[in-house]
């Protein structure tokens, strides 16, 4: 007995095919859906992470520069009372100066020499004086320069030749002159000693042998 089929089974087939096809394209589909589901949530919490390290960064930061405006605040009140202290040093300092400027005077003027003016401006004393030789004034300056631990920089303005009357009337020669000398600070006058000495036991310098 011979059977023979008679229904459309390219038909069938050709449908068979195309459910498959349209199967796995709405599987692949799904699956691509849930790889990109997948990948979004993985970058979702990636962006949340460097968020929030972002923020604690910022918020780090923002300490950080809190902290160095605060330094840079106290840098500014510690210069401020550094300079107010060094002015109340410099004041405690500078009031026995005319003590030591006079005193210093005396000890360096030589023998034949006579001043007349002293005019302190800063640190900077203009003295004029009257001497009997040229050789008196040079050894004044001498003295200043080299024998004085308050005197620095000793700079002969004018000098010339006067005439004045003696004894018995007598006609003498004189040198009128004029200079400049610096007056030294204490600190920087003479390091002798480790230690600062109290104000009134440093009212004279020892002359330096």
Do not use: C
């Amino acid at each position: 007995m011979i059977l023979i089929n008679l229904l459309p089974h390219r038909e069938e087939k050709r449908q068979l095919r195309k459910r498959a096809f349209f199967s796995a394209l709405v599987a692949s589909f799904l699956l691509g859906f849930l790889i990109v589901g997948v990948w979004y949530t993985v970058l979702q919490q990636l962006t949340s992470v460097q968020e929030a390290r972002n923020s604690f960064l910022k918020d780090e930061t923002n300490k950080l520069q809190e902290q160095i405006r605060d330094i840079a605040n106290l840098r500014t009140e510690i210069e401020a009372l550094n300079a107010r202290k060094k002015a109340v040093e410099d004041l405690q300092t500078d009031r026995n100066m005319p003590v030591h400027l006079l005193d210093e005077l005396v000890r360096q003027t030589p023998e034949g020499v006579y001043l007349s003016t002293i005019k302190q401006t800063g640190q900077v004393v203009a003295i004029t004086g009257i001497a009997q030789t040229n050789e008196r004034v040079s050894e004044f300056l001498r003295n200043t320069l080299y024998n004085s631990p308050w005197l620095e920089k000793p700079e002969l303005i004018e000098i010339k030749s006067v005439t004045a009357a003696g004894i018995n009337r007598e006609q003498r020669r004189l040198f009128d002159f004029s200079m400049r000398v610096t007056l030294k600070r204490p600190q920087a006058a003479a390091p002798t000693a480790g230690a600062v000495p109290a104000p009134n036991a440093a009212a004279t310098p020892a002359k330096p042998s």
